[in-house]
């Protein structure tokens, strides 16, 4: 060949030779990689939750039973200085075993060599733990809410006048669950990665009573404009009912 074509052959030769090294240093990058790198599909002494993991053919069924575990315990519903406590699973409070699974899978498996080689050595150590995922089933939260309905119902009280004692009675409001706003407040509280709540507060609304002690401020009641007696025995059952029904419908308007 001449010295041209020797010129010309030389760039080509630099690039194959480059792309080999680059290959075998690849290759040997691998090899020396692969014995730090997980081998099975989860992490060797991977915990879950703060327990030790299964293998990974019986991961599923062990989080299901964590799920089970976890909804026998029990959480507190708050209403009206009450408090009750109620099985998760019956307010709807489960593990997400789905989303669970697929983040321990993902452990030491996904993202670059620096952060699966990081994931890898700390569960290898121990100290590397995937937080139980929380899930919430509005369905069955509403048809256990609706329970509460009557218990926390009262009807409000007008206030009134008490003519004899020349004194006003408060009203009393009355109170009403929002079965809705609960549920919304129980999702703004978060389920997901490591996230439950600790208790249940049930939203309840207080119902003004139709007549109000601020309607008889303006009434003066401290001096006595008119009275009137009539007499009647008591056993004379038809006048004594009468007169019981025309009190009743005089009471707190005059």
């Known amino acids: 060949p001449t010295a041209g074509t020797m010129s010309s052959m030389r760039p080509r030769f630099q690039t194959a030779l480059a792309v080999v090294i680059g290959a075998a240093m690849g290759i040997l990058g ?3 990689l692969l014995p730090h790198l997980p081998a099975h599909p989860l992490l060797q002494g991977l915990t879950i939750g703060g327990q030790g993991a299964p293998d990974a053919q019986q991961l599923r069924s062990w989080l299901k039973r964590r799920d089970a ?4 315990t029990t959480i507190d519903v708050v209403f009206a200085e009450q408090r009750v406590s109620v ?6 409070f489960h593990v997400d075993v789905g989303d669970t699974m697929r983040r321990a899978y993902a452990a030491g498996h996904q993202g670059s060599w620096r952060e699966r080689l990081s994931e890898t050595a700390r569960a290898r150590k121990g100290k590397f733990d995937v937080a139980l995922s929380y899930r919430f089933n509005e369905r069955a939260a509403r ?3 609706q329970q509460y309905v009557a218990k926390v119902a009262r009807e409000p009280v007008d206030a009134k006048l008490n003519l004899t004692k020349h004194e006003k009675v408060a009203d009393i409001p ?12 129980l999702i703004q509280q978060g389920f997901g990665v490591g996230k439950q709540p600790s208790d249940v507060a ?18 003066d009641i401290s001096t006595v404009l008119s009275s009137y007696e009539t007499r009647f025995s008591v056993y004379k059952r038809g006048r004594s009912k009468n007169v019981l ?3 009743e419908l005089l009471d707190g308007l005059v």
């Open 143 to 145: 048809a256990h809410l």
């Open 245 to 247: 029904l025309a009190a």
């Open 69 to 72: 575990e976890y909804g026998r």
């Open 174 to 185: 009355g109170r009403v669950l929002s079965i809705d706003e609960t549920i919304a407040t």
């Open 30 to 32: 691998t090899m020396l």
């Open 87 to 92: 099985p998760r699973r019956v307010l709807g």
């Open 202 to 219: 049930l939203v309840i609304h207080d119902r003004k009573a139709a007549i109000t002690l601020a309607d008889l401020d303006a009434i």
